[in-house]
Each structure stands twice: as C-alpha cells, then as structure tokens.
C-alpha cells in the first residue's frame, strides 16, 4: 500500500497555492504514485490567515506558530513557502527535527544562510530539495535527454534569459521582493537564480562570471497591505515612496567548468516579456532552443538531418518524452504551471520513498547561490568572479 | 462559510483525473469559492477500479454501481466522465434524483439521447454543463470580451480547426472512440464538436452546414485491455483487425443565423498536429486569432491602430484578462489543461451557487448535437444541411 | 555564347516594376543564363506614360501601340502586365505573329477568353506561361519535391488559403480590380486563382467545388486617376462612390481528381492579413506547412521520426534546396517578392530556350480558369461544381 | 531629367551580384530615382573573370586592373565589393582620384586602415558609404523611426545577435574568411560588425565593451578555387588542412554612451541558425523585438496600451513604413536581401545627388572597426576595454 505523508506547509501565498494542488494532485498523475502526500498543516502569519489558508487549501488543521509545527512527530515534510528571509530559519529547525524539506527557491539570502541550510540538511540525514520548477517542464527534462544522449554533441555555448515586466511600472509596490533584508537580492536572487538552475542541469557547473547590474526604478510606493503584489500599480498618487535597494536587471557572460562559454540575463522591467525564459544552446552536432512563454515545446535542430531537410523541430512534448507516462494522454493538452508543480512534487516523493537525493537539492541549491553571489560581486566590481 | 457539496463522479479514466484534480484545486484558485466541491463517491466498472480510482483520485468511497449511488441523499452533483454510450441514461436518472449534472463532452451519440437528457435536465429544475472546456481557456475567453465590447465589429467569418495526429498510425488500436455504437461519431462528436462550441460561444447559432467526412483506416487492430489507449500502437504484428464505423476527418462550411460564415475542419489523422485547435475570425473592425498549442496568448488586431503600428497583437493572459482574478499573479506562467478544468470547475459551482444555468448548459449540447448531425447528414447527402 | 532575346513589355504598372527588375537580374542569379532577356519595348497606355516606363524600367524604347509592337521583328518574348481586360487580345495577337508570352494572373477574364488563348499559343507553336509566381517561392518547391518523392506519403488533404486586408476598408478606391468588366472576377480571380495553381502545382487537378462568395462593401468611391491603388483610401469625405459588382471573398470546399479533399479561402477583407497565403497538406507519412508572410521557411513533419524527437521541422531554404544554386549563398538572406519573380524569369527563358512549355502554361492557366469559374457558379448555386 | 552616373565595380563575387541588381533595379523601385546608376565597368582579378562579370551582370565595360579604372574620368562612383584585404588600398585610391565610394563591409582588416581610408575620403570630399545592408530592412528603418519618435521612451538595453552555422561543420573550406591576413578578423569583423552597426543605429555610439572570443574549428581543408564558399564541404577525405587563425564566435557585453547597457553575440557555429540576427531593445515605454530571419516583420510592445489588449504587435512592413513608398504596394508580399540592397543603393544616390554624406559612412565605418577592435582585445584581455 502507498504511503501517506504528512506535510505542514509554511506561507499561504501564491506559492502556496501552486504547492496545495501539487500535493492533492500528484497521485492523480503519477499512479501508483511514490507516496500520497497529505495536506496536515498550513502555518500562516496570523490564526486567521491560517485558518482561511487551511479551508483554501485543504489542510486538515491552522498554526500561526511554524516553530512547534515543525517538531510535531506526525510531520514528515515541511515545505517552506515563505519570503526569503525566513528560510534559513526554518528550514534549519526542520532539519533538526528530522524533517524533509522541500524549499522555495532561491534557497536563502546569502551564500551563508545557504551554506548553514545545507550543512544542517545534511547533518540530519533527511532529504532536501530546491523548487526550481522550470527544470521540471518537461521540454526542459527532453534537452536534458538529448544532451546526455550525446545527439547534440559537445555543449559550445548556452545563452539564458528570463524576462518579466510586472515591475517596469514604476508605480508597482515595493513589495518584500525590493527590499534586500528581506528578499537579498532583487532579480538575480528571485528569477536569476532559475536560469543558474537551469545551466547547472543542463550544462554543468558555473566556474566564472562577470556581470552588470541595474536598479532602474529607484524608489517605489510603500505597499498597503501583506500579499505579494506583483506589478498591480498603488492607486493613490500620493502614496509615500521609499527606496529599492535591489537590482532590478543583471546582464552577464558565463564560464563553465567545462569549458562552455555562455551569457545570462534577467531582468523584471522589459515590457512585454511576461515569464519569458529562453535556452539556446549550441553544440558540435545540434542546437536546442527553448522559450517558456511557449512550453509545450522544444526546438532542437540535429546537423546530421538530410541537407534538404534541415531545420529546428518544434517537439510538442507528451507521452513519449519525459515525465509522460503521468501527464496527458496526448501532446498539446497542455502543459501549465500546475504541471510543473504536479511533477516537482512527484521529483520529491520518489526521493522520499527512494532514499536518494533529488536534484536540485540544497547542495545545489548552494550552489546557485554561489553563482548569485558572484553575480552580484561582479557587478559591483565589474571584474570577473570565480564562483568560489 | 462557503457550502460543502457532495460529488459523485461515474468514471476513472483519463478525464475522472483532470476533473479530480480540479475538484480538489478549485477553491485554492478562485477564493472565496463558490463552493467546495468535496470528493464522495467515484464510480467504475468494477469493484477493484473503483477502489484504485477512490485512492488515486481522493474520494472517500468507491462504488461499481453508479444507479445506486446518483439516488443517494448525500450527492449534489452527478460527474459523467464515462464513454458516450452510457451518458445518455446516467444522466436522465441524475436529474430524475434531483442532481446536479457536468456531463463530458459530446453530450451523446445523437440528437435523440441528448434531447431527452435535456429534456430530463429541465424537468428537474437542476443545474446542468457539459464539459466544453475550451472555451474556458483564458485566452478564448478574452476573444469573447473583445467580441462582446464590440471591439472588432460585426463578425463576418469564422474558421475553426481541430487537428491530432493520434489516430493517423493505422496500427493505432480499435479503442471505444472508432466504434460507433460506443462513441456515436468519429471526429465529428470527438472533436469536431468541441469546434461547434466554439462557434456558438464566439460567434452565435449555426443554421446550415455541408461537409465531407472520411475514414482514412478502415481496420484497426482490436483493442487488448478497457482504457482508452490514444495513439499507442497495438504490437502484435498479428493483432486481430476489426472494422471502423466512424468518420476519421470532417472538412465543412458553416452559415451563421447572423449572416457570418465559416469553416471547419476536424481531423485526428493529421500527422504532427497534437491539440491544433485554431480559430480565426474577422470582423468589420479587427481579427482574431486563437492557437490552442500556444493557448496562453491570443492575437488580435484592431483595424483602427495607426497606420504605422498595425499588426497583431500577441496578448498573454493573466490577472488583467478573464478569470485572471483565480490563476496565476502574472501572464505566461502557463495555462495547462488543469487550468482549463479548474475554470471549467468554478463556472459549474458558480451556477450552482447562482441557480443561473452555465454555458453550455445541455441545451446548447443539444444545438452542438443537431450541428454535429447536420455535419454527419450532409456528409453522406453532400448537400447543404439545416440544424433543425 | 548566351542568347539575348528582345523582351516586349505591355504595363508599366506594380507588374511591370517586377519583371523589369527580373529581367536586368536574372542572369546576374542563374549563370551561365538560359538566355539574356534585353528590355527592347515598354508599352503604356501613353506617349507619356511609356516614355517615363522607358526611362525606369530601362527599355531601350517606348510605344503607346502595343498592336505594332507585338509584331515587330525584332520581338521575341511579349509580356503582358496589364489588367485583365486586355489579356486575351494581346496574346492572341502576339501569339498569332509567333513570339513566346508570359502573361501575368489570372490569365483572363472569363473561361471563353482563356481557351481562346490557350489554342491560339499552342496552334502559333510558341511558348507560353501564366505568372502564377508564388509557386516559385523555393518553400514551395521545396515542398513539391518531398511530394514528388514520397516523403509525406499519399496525400490525403489540402488546405491553402490566401487572406489580404487591403479592401477591408470601405472607403478604398474603387479600382479596375473592383470592376467585372474589367477584372472578370473579384478574390476569386485576382487572388483565389493563385491557391488554385499552388493546388494544381502540388496536388493534382480539382475535380469538383462547391462554394461561398461574398461582396461586403458594396459601393466603393470612384478612383481618381488611373493608377493601381491597394488599399488607398481617397481622402475626399464627399468622393462619388459607385458599385462594386465582384466577389470580396470566398469560401470553398473542393474534391480533387486524385481522391485527396480540400478547402481553399480568399479574401482581401481579412484585417492584420497581408500576403497570407498558407497551405497544409497532410499525408499518409507527414505534413507540410507553408506560410507566404514567412516565405524563407517550410514546415515539414514526417511521421517516421523517432517518438522522442518528432514535430515539424522548419526549413530555411538555400543552396540546399530547389533554384537554391541561383539564389544567395546561405539561408536566411531573404527571399523576397523579387526573388520570386526572378526565379519565374528564369523559368520562362529556360522553357523557351529548351523549346519545353514551362508549368504553368496557357493550358495549366485555362485549367486555373475553370476551377475558378466553376467556384463562381457554386457561388450562385450553392451546389458542387464540377470543373468542366 | 534625372541624373546618370557611371558606377566602376570591383569585385564579382557574391557581393558583386547583389550590387549589380541593385543598380539595375534601385530606379525602377524608387521613381523618380536621386539618379539613375549606370553599370559602366566591372573589375574582377583576370581578363576571363572580369569578361565573364561583365556579361552577368550588365555592364558596358571589364578590366582586370583597378588601378586604372577607379581614376577614369567618366567614372562616378566605385563599389569595393572585394575581400577586405584591398578595401584600404582601393578606397583611398578612389577618394584621391575623386571617386563617391560605396565599400562593403567590414570597413577593413584594421582600425589604422579604417581611418586611412575615412582620412582620404573626408580630404576629398566626397561621398562615402559602407554597406552594412541590415539597416536598410525597412522592418529595422521602423524600430529606429518608434525609437526616434519615443515612442518606447528611454533605451535602457540592447541585446543583439548574429548566428550562423554555415562554418559548424569542421570539414568547410578554408576561405579567406578564416584568414586573419584576408579577412583582418573572423565572426566579430564578418558578422559582428553588422551587430556594432545595428546597435549604433538604434541607440548610439558603444563606449565599452567586455568580449569572450573562440575558435571551435583551429584547422580547415584547404580551398580548391577561388570562389567564396560559404559552408560547402570539400569532398576530398585527404585535402590538406591549415590553421584557422580567426575567432568562430564572440560573446560580449557593452556600455552605451548613453548609459544603456546591452550584449552583443555573433558566431557562425549555432547549427540550425542561418541569418539570425535579433534585435532586442527595452525601453521605459515599451519594447522592439526583430528577427531578420522574419524581416518583413517588426516586434513592437507599447507599455500603455490598455490592460486587456497588451502585447507585442507583429508589424508587416510596408507602404506605411519607411521606404515603403519605393518598395512592394502592400505588406508581406516580400522582403529579401536583393530589397536591402535596393534600398542601399537608393539611400547610396540620395545621398550623392544631395551632397549630404549617408549614414553609415566611412566615419561610422571606423567607429564600428574601433568597437570591433575593442571586442578583439577584451577577447585576449578577459578585460573591459574602452572604445578609443
């Protein structure tokens, strides 16, 4: 008989949202499924919010108190949905506690929360992983495939970007995401970090990077109330502004430890690009091309395809490729955010049941951050950075 | 405090999943929720499928007798996921029992079952769908606001598409979908209909049709084993081959009772297409244009655009768009099929809560139906064909 | 040495742009040339009018006769770039004096005009072609070979539409295109007729029709001046406006001799349509799109891909493909509307220097003419047609 | 009456074609034309070569000697369509003898030769160009006329790349394009350099630049013949190889004048990629994106379009775009690389009959080798590095 696992989730916003579904619909999805997460306990920062996050999102029972929730014995995951600058905390009581632990990315603030998340993970021998879900579409997981399948050959070069608008406004609220205490960076930490996630699994360690950083919208209105609001314009005029102490773009050139070359950009101010991350990435044998916006989808191009029938492929990933056998019968169904959620939680309960560390894990995790952080130094020196 | 309400759903298969799944998510999207639909009782055909369904889906009791259960007190709404052959009498004794009905999609196999459904339907006085949900997708949604705003004028035409390649391997096995004292209808019901929604919903009644229909594979390998097996060759070189009795592709022209006029076409032997479901639509004033592979946008063009910056937009939906308010903080983070279940979902609750009939009620399946058969009928007369 | 050949030019119109640049630059593109077209006479409507197409158009002389001028000795290739009224008489007249004739499309104005050209060119022995150009596009060469070769299988469908929007507005010209007597027919004609030489081209004959047609702007303003005006609004607010008495669009079904079915749609009322000429053809082995608006590319999908790596390829045509030896080194450099033309010049001088009819001749185009008035009549009719 | 100029051109390549249409067809297009561009003598490295030229492409004379014919008096203007070895050489001597100039790109091998030839050109005062053709897109001529105009606000970054895959394969040729002492530089001079122009172009002169250069393929089979071959593999298993001593590709990051940032990226390594240069460009008010594989098309996203109608809108080009009124009479009938040239040439004659210098000049030609110069250095620095 499959399992049941009891969660407690901390943080009820959007993420929490995504995580809700995922838990009650994996097992539809992934059947038999490696264990049936059970929703026990959400932990809000209020007992109403809590308890409105419980009826919501189907939790058996409502804390304001994620410390006594994290030591409770039925407890076998807790899932860290929280602003950034509580993760470390957190996720260190659970490790201690024994708990597994799935963690919003980016893992923490500081290469030094990260580091001590990780050393605690490990020390308390419990699984642990980074929510990187993009890397859990399953176009991404079909590059993944060619690449180690050697069909594209030799990796020369990769070239990221992940491109939002929602605060080009300068209008937009100064929300935790631009403030440094608590989020730790502005757009390498938040989206930044997705596309070092993604180099990592497809590629392979970042050694060396140089960037340039900007922070183009200065100061913002002080937000009215606690939810995340991301680009909804304050409505007052007169609303008091204070200042961003984040970046709002970084653009940079990558040295991988393999000898790859690349560039990552990001930035939440290109107007028009709403959740646009792009892959491109070029080998001795073929090419791979992927846009989020249009996620159903990998392009890939093989070199040794006929002279007269050369070209990118448009690949509408369904049960031939990776993680089909649990989604949709037939490509084009439609691949969305749930779906990438749906097998995130899938990635993380086969770990649970196998034993075995799933990717991106904290130790990843870290790694980004090392990435991040060097991103962040350059761009203050404008020098090349060893990641370490 | 939001009602509770007590859901039977007859069938396990591919669309018992997505409906599961939606269940269990909608009021963690559209909060407060109309309802909270909870998980009572699922229906297969035997005692053991229904127990696996019960623990995949999250019911809380299994039954292999849907008679008995769509009587029960307990049960609010009665969720028709089932082939097309039985919808017909599990949805007249549904209203009979006072429930609430979501039907999948076609309604039946023909006129005659899904008016006297419709007819049990309205005489129960309940709340009555059929699970059209394209039509939910954000993106198609928004094209009814710009039509309804009046934003690209009168419609003048109207083309639709829906092609799949599932269907064109002719190995492909003998499923329920090609026979049809099962499915009533080849592409024309499968498909085909969902097109016929579309057109109804953008643009208004269908009077008149004429169409081709084909059957490109005449035999199939019988099918081994009950689910509903799309696509997926049968191996056996040796497989026992039985007839198809349905159409495999409809191509046709449509006259509007508002003076539009239109194509459409349906095919499931299309090889590379996967869920191309296209509308375009012009209008004195602009265009539409709909691809559901790329479902998180929609196209459109305003004639009266300045001169030197007219083209089709590329709108991605999110919060400022059509059930945005429910899904996700900003655009392109992904319509899935979920998403698309999950709306599907909220107008159904909305209804109920509302006692306002949603659309499609069984009275727009029905006029789908008398499309379908005026589809089917001027495909062996070859003559233009009145709906009714 | 390279024979020169003596071009005689009728229309210094849009047209007479084209093949005066295809004739100075098609050997510069395929050399060794099949001959050296040498711009000998333009013809206009006056001394004037000639004298500044001479000048140009860079013909060595001007006439407003073309009645002396196609008799001329020292002719050896008419070309005729005028409106469709005066088709027919000039070819029969320079056919009757024995010089080879590129005729621009449609080839007439009505059937009757057509065949009486058709038997007048074949009885003079010349050659002759109809400058249906769009088949010349490398793309669509390209996917004439994959037919040719089998590679998408037996076809099974057609489906070509060609959508412009520059009537759309009601208040453009009333041009010679917006007038029967002159242009014979409205889409039907001016546009329709090439889809149906790209279906010829690339399927086989059309056997039978049936179809919609439709006038939405009914009453036009009269065009000052004599000029070929797409689109153009007159500005005067209180312009005399006058009927319109051709077809704005059409919507057609259509059977071809070989088995394979098809639609075929044109309008030139479709807004944020330009030069959208598309064609799908799916076969018994793969798929082919072609989109004329990004013509340097075909779609091509072949079904014996391996699962994990199939979809349409999009080919960028080049040295690789059909005229590609002619054209620019590498793909991508762009194939344009003169690309197209010269590609067609080259194929008008080889046919003439081989002493082969080049496709499509008078007799393809007398076979364009009368599927196109067989869709006009089903027009009237609303019955299928068949095509003679 | 418009004004005939004698062209001398050297060169019979590739580039040689492209000019020799263009001369022919600039007039035909843009009419009145600034002047009317007489093909007088062309010039090719043998007596056979220059003779065989001459018949190509049209013109009165051939010579094998340069030298002589750029000081004929009845020469107007000389085209330097030549390796870049020779552009110095030639252009200065064409300046000196009082010769408007029109030389391909890149400028030259070196910034001292670069500002050799922009030295003798301004001491003679004539007209000068460099035929950095991408910008003559009208699609691009749109962007800067929406940049120029505002119309996205303020330019906060550029991101713009070439990617090519014609010298992927390992076994292409040894051209003179993989010759530092020929071609002064690989990909940054080749293709680069159109980037450094397009960026000029659309947000101003580069200030800084920080570059990652490579070369994947160290040696090559050496050429048999002296044609340019782009991408062709030699046959030969055993043709001899030699050392490729020029960069494959460059990655780089750039500091704008104005304070924009931006990165450019060239290779001729991305398999699958043919003539992919994209634009990127944010703004405070919106955003461009171009593609020149799709170049009749311009990307345009305002920031203030309402809410439920935002997105990049697909610009055809056309009469209501810049150059619009000499080129095609609606949208999408086609933009090639032979219309680029056309409005080259056209820009070319304005410029001399108006006595006004084009842009880019020789003077922009310089600063675009200063950039490129830059990129060469920061590539062996791993440094940023100043342009000048």
């Known amino acids: 008989m499959t399992k049941v696992m009891n969660v407690a989730m901390i943080g009820g916003g959007f993420m929490g949202k995504a995580h809700a579904m995922a838990y009650a619909s994996m097992p539809m999805f992934f059947w038999p499924a490696p264990a049936i997460p059970h929703r026990k306990v959400v932990v809000d920062m209020t007992d109403g919010a809590a308890e409105e996050a419980r009826r919501r999102f189907g939790f058996d029972e409502a804390s304001s108190d994620w410390r006594s929730v994290v030591e409770r014995p039925d407890i076998d995951v807790v899932d860290i949905c929280t602003p950034n600058n509580v993760h470390a905390e957190i996720a260190i009581a659970a490790a201690k506690a024994g708990k597994h632990i799935i963690c919003e990315k980016p893992l923490a603030r500081t290469v030094e929360e990260a580091r001590a998340m990780t050393e605690a993970a490990k020390a308390a021998g419990i699984i642990h992983m980074v929510a990187f879900n993009y890397r859990r579409t399953p176009a991404v997981a079909l590059a993944k495939k060619y690449i180690e399948e050697g069909r594209i050959g030799r990796i020369l070069n990769f070239r990221g970007t992940y491109l939002q608008d929602w605060s080009a406004d300068e209008n937009g609220p100064l929300s935790w995401r631009f403030q440094k205490k608590i989020a730790g960076s502005g757009t390498v930490g938040d989206i930044g970090t997705h596309v070092v996630d993604l180099a990592h699994y497809l590629v392979g360690p970042i050694a060396e990077v140089i960037a340039m950083t900007k922070t183009y919208v200065t100061t913002r209105p002080i937000q009215q109330g606690g939810v995340d609001k991301l680009g909804a314009s304050e409505k007052s005029a007169d609303a008091e502004r204070a200042p961003v102490d984040v970046d709002d773009e970084v653009v940079s050139m990558l040295r991988f430890g393999n000898g790859a070359i690349g560039s990552l950009e990001a930035t939440r101010n290109a107007w028009g690009r709403n959740n646009f991350i792009t ?71 086969s770990a649970i049941a196998s034993g075995k560390q799933p990717s991106p894990n904290f130790e990843d995790g870290l790694l980004t951050e090392l990435v991040a952080d060097a991103l962040l130094r350059s761009g203050e020196t404008g020098k090349w950075e060893r990641v370490e």
Chains 1, 2, 3, 4 share one sequence.
């Open 279 to 349: 892959l491109e990435i070029h080998g001795t044998k073929g090419s791979i091309h992927f846009n989020y916006e249009r996620r159903d989808e990998l392009q890939v191009m093989f070199a040794d395809d006929p002279a007269d029938a050369r070209g990118f492929r448009t690949v509408y990933t369904g049960p031939a490729h990776p993680y089909g056998g649990g989604l949709w019968p037939i490509p084009g169904l439609g691949i969305g955010y749930s779906e990438t959620k749906i097998v995130e939680c899938f990635d993380l309960f």
